[in-house]
């Protein structure tokens, strides 16, 4: 979820949805719990990480399984909350798909998989490789190999990099 919006004029919040933030911290655990999974289907040649959201994940899992090469496919899909047509914006490189034409293990990686579309376009591009997601909703899991939480399809799960720390009315409904 992203957007150039000034701050106000942004809705960052669906009141159909439930909202699922993430921390640092907790990310970090679940991606670390996702590379503690993965070691023991590797070894893989190398990572893909689908920006932007993949990013993120995939630093953290190619850190913690030695993977040195780690390369990048773009996809946008969402414009602040809402899903448009799939564009790729950057493809795999030929080096890359060449490690899996020629039988080496390659890792996909995303922050989530939610309708699934994205996970479909870049299953295409790599056909065996093993794709990650930290998190998934129903709709897409069929298409994740591995992942870690689910949480429902009216869930948004708002990732770290999209928050900042800011006041929250208390429950009761008063001001303080
Ligand atoms: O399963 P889907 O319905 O396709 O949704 C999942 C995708 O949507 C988000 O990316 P987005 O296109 O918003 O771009 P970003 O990674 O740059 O935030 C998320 O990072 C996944 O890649
Ligand atoms: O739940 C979500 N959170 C953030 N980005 C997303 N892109 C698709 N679904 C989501
Ligand atoms: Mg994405």
Known sequence: MRGAAPPGDRPVSNPNQKSFPVTWD???????????????????????AIARGGLVPAAIVARELNIRT?????????????????????????PVLDIAKNGG???IVDDLVDTGATARVVRDMLPGAHFATVYAKPKGRELVDTFITEVSQDTWIF????????????????TD
């Open 26 to 48: 907790q990310f970090h655990r679940d991606s670390r719990a996702l590379a503690w999974r993965l070691a023991g289907i590797g070894p893989f040649e190398a990572v893909v």
């Open 70 to 94: 780690v390369e990048t496919v773009a996809v946008k899909s969402y414009d602040h909350q809402n899903q448009g047509g799939i564009r790729v914006l950057k493809e795999i490189s030929q």
């Open 105 to 107: 293990k390659v890792l």
């Open 159 to 174: 990732f770290p990099w999209d928050l900042d720390v800011a006041y929250v009315a208390p429950i009761s409904g008063g």
